[in-house]
């Protein structure tokens, strides 16, 4: 079985900074890409950031220049550092990962899901 755990949500003002994390852990055989995805209140799930196993990164054109993706390969952890936050940047974030559990043949992805962690933007 495969969790991915969150951490680092919070109340913040605007302007300042907040560090998410989400690590894997369970029967992990390799991760290929994560991400970060988030939820306003009355609008649908979007992607926020990703980041491959090379470290390939995309970002939403919302975050770009303020939110930096990056990962530890070797902890199997994902990381959001996110600046200059804005009222509009409050959400529910979601980590999610597409792993493969058993390393056997044939090769069997599947995508994971974090429980959510809530980050909340003061005016």
């Known amino acids: 079985q495969v969790q991915l755990v969150e951490s680092g949500g919070g109340l913040v003002q605007a302007g300042g900074s907040l560090r998410l994390s989400c690590a894997a852990s369970?029967?992990?055989?390799?991760?290929?890409?994560m991400g970060w995805y988030r939820q306003a209140p009355g609008k649908q799930r979007e992607l926020v950031a990703s980041?491959?196993?090379?470290?390939?990164?995309n970002y939403a054109d919302a975050v770009k220049g303020h939110f930096t993706i990056s990962r530890d390969n070797a902890k199997n952890t994902v990381f959001l550092q996110m600046s200059s936050l804005k009222p509009e940047d409050t959400a529910v974030y979601y980590c999610n990962s597409e792993i493969r559990s058993s390393c056997r043949m044939p090769a069997q992805w599947r995508d994971y899901w974090g429980q959510g962690t809530q980050v909340t933007v003061s005016s």
């Open positions: 980041i491959t196993n090379s470290g390939n990164t």
């Open positions: 369970g029967s992990i055989c390799s991760i290929n890409v």
